[in-house]
């Protein structure tokens, strides 16, 4: 018999986390997942917030070509200094979709991350 395999979710979507938490927030976080390894059962997440909290995070605003398919409804910060490592088993535990890039928000993720999410 073998083991169950976890399908990770694709680089590029928007999930809202109750757990972990952002700080020291009474509330969870959309995230946004940036990289899969499936191999190690893994993704990498970077938290979205109403607030920024370095120089390098990115705005994306509501009014941007493809900011309705995020599932947000703010102005938010892609968040810069906030990138966590997760068990896919655990993040899909407490994760819910909420949406994926696409547009001129995606490419904007793109250019400041350096990759094809």
Do not use: C
Request: no cysteine.
């Amino acid at each position: 018999m073998t083991a169950a395999v976890t399908i990770a979710p694709p680089p590029g979507q928007i999930w809202f986390l109750e757990r972990p938490r952002l700080g020291n927030a009474a509330h969870g976080h959309s995230v946004l997942i940036t990289q899969v390894r499936p191999s190690e059962g893994t993704v990498t997440i970077n938290f979205i917030a109403t607030a920024s909290t370095s120089h390098n995070d990115l705005l994306l605003r509501h009014d941007l070509d493809g900011f309705e398919s995020l599932g947000l409804k703010h102005d938010s910060y892609l968040l810069v200094e906030h990138a966590y490592d997760l068990g896919t088993d655990r993040f899909l535990a407490h994760g819910t979709y909420k949406g994926r890039l696409t547009g001129e928000v995606k490419k904007l993720v793109e250019d400041w991350w350096g990759e094809s999410l």
